[in-house]
C-alpha cells in the first residue's frame, strides 16, 4: 500500500464534493478516492475548512472590534473540549471481503455498505461486473478485469469515471494503479487493459448522455478542465 495515488479528481470535484452538490454515484467515487490519498484528504479539509469561513462569515453580526475581541477571547479561554471518539459503524468480515469468482479483494471503507448490495456477477471473456445501487441517471458498477485481459474499444456517450480499486491498468494515456481516478468525456476512445500479474477492481460511473446534456452541465466543465 505504499503506492501513491497519481491521478486526482479536480479542485473544482473537490468543491462540489464539499458543498454537497455531486450526483450521489459521483460523491461517492470522490469519497472512495478520498479513502486512498492523503493528498486530497487535506485538500477536502481546507475546502471545508474555508465553506466553514464563509458561513461564519455570512453570519457574523456587524460588531465592533471590542465586543468581537471580546468573544475571542472567551472563546479562546475555554477549555478544549474533549474529543469524543468517532463513530465507526461496525464493519463485518464478509463487508470489508469482496470475493469475485477465485479472487478476493479489500474493500474501501466508504464503499463496503454499497457493495454487499450489489447485483450478482456477470463474467463475460475475463470481464466481471455487478451494478451497484444507484439512482437511474448514472450507472454505478463494480468490474473486475482478469490479467492479460482487454476492455474492448470504446467510446463514450456520457461520462466515465473509473477509480482503479485494486491492481493495475493501462490504457493510450497512462498506467492506473489503487486510488487512481480516471475520467473519459464523451467522443474519447481508448482500449483500458489489465497486463499486471493480478486481477484489477475497479469502480465506474457511466452518465447516459441526455442526463450529461440536460442535468449535469455544471458538473462538466470541471470535468472537462480537469481532464486536460
Ligand atoms: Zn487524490
Redesign the pocket.
Known amino acids: 500500500m505504499a503506492h501513491v495515488?497519481k491521478y486526482?479528481?479536480s479542485i473544482s470535484l473537490l468543491e462540489q464534493y464539499s458543498e454537497g452538490t455531486l450526483a450521489a454515484e459521483l460523491a461517492l467515487v470522490v469519497a472512495a478516492?478520498?479513502d486512498?490519498?492523503p493528498?486530497?484528504q487535506t485538500l477536502h479539509r481546507d475546502i471545508e475548512a474555508d465553506l466553514g469561513c464563509e458561513l461564519a462569515m455570512q453570519s457574523a453580526p456587524e460588531a465592533n472590534s471590542d465586543s468581537w475581541q471580546q468573544m475571542l477571547n472567551n472563546i479562546l479561554a475555554e477549555p478544549a473540549a474533549a474529543v469524543p471518539a468517532r463513530k465507526t459503524s461496525p464493519v463485518t468480515p464478509s463487508q470489508s471481503q469482496l470475493v469475485v469468482g477465485q479472487h478476493s479483494f479489500v474493500v474501501p471503507r466508504s464503499l463496503q455498505r454499497l457493495v454487499s448490495k450489489r447485483n450478482k456477477w456477470l463474467t463475460l471473456g475475463g470481464i466481471s461486473t455487478a451494478k451497484l445501487p444507484g439512482t437511474d441517471e448514472n450507472h454505478l458498477s463494480l468490474l473486475c478485469i482478469e490479467t492479460n485481459t482487454q476492455v474492448p474499444l470504446h467510446t463514450h456517450k456520457g461520462l466515465e469515471i473509473t477509480l482503479v480499486l485494486s491492481g493495475e491498468m493501462v490504457d493510450e494515456m497512462g498506467q492506473y494503479a489503487a486510488?487512481d481516478?480516471i475520467i473519459n468525456t464523451p467522443d474519447h476512445t481508448h482500449t483500458p487493459k489489465n497486463i499486471a500479474g493480478e486481477p484489477c477492481l475497479c469502480l465506474s460511473v457511466l452518465t447516459a448522455p441526455l442526463e450529461f446534456k440536460q442535468g449535469l452541465t455544471r458538473l462538466l466543465n470541471p470535468l472537462q478542465r480537469f481532464f486536460y
Open positions: 495515488v486526482h479528481p478516492h478520498l486512498f490519498c493528498h486530497c486510488g481516478l
